[in-house]
């Protein structure tokens, strides 16, 4: 996967892999990653647990992120999160 959004055509200023782990780690590291990026960053975070979509979801909602893009393929999962400002 590269790091340009198909369907916004943005750039994530970082890749976060977690890929192969389940809840909560997923969440867990896109937080941490977030806090060291600044306000209007674009994170993109792949994961391969079903639960991701929804803990994603339920994250930006409740943080104040935006979740621009949510997609899958093949069993992997895709977020495109932007930080809140």
């Known amino acids: 996967m590269s ?3 198909p369907s916004t055509g943005s750039t994530a ?3 976060l ?3 192969g782990l389940n809840c909560p780690m997923p969440i867990l590291k896109a937080k941490k ?3 060291e ?3 209007g ?3 993109k975070v792949l994961a391969t647990d079903p639960g991701a979509v929804r803990d994603f979801e339920y994250f ?3 943080t104040g992120h935006q979740l621009m893009e949510s997609t899958e393929a093949e069993g992997e999962f895709c977020f495109l999160i932007r930080r809140k400002g």
């Open 17 to 19: 892999d977690t890929r």
């Open 33 to 35: 990653t977030l806090n």
């Open 60 to 62: 930006c909602r409740h």
């Open 41 to 43: 960053s674009l994170l």
């Open 13 to 15: 200023d970082r890749v």
């Open 3 to 5: 790091d340009v959004s």
């Open 37 to 39: 990026m600044t306000g």
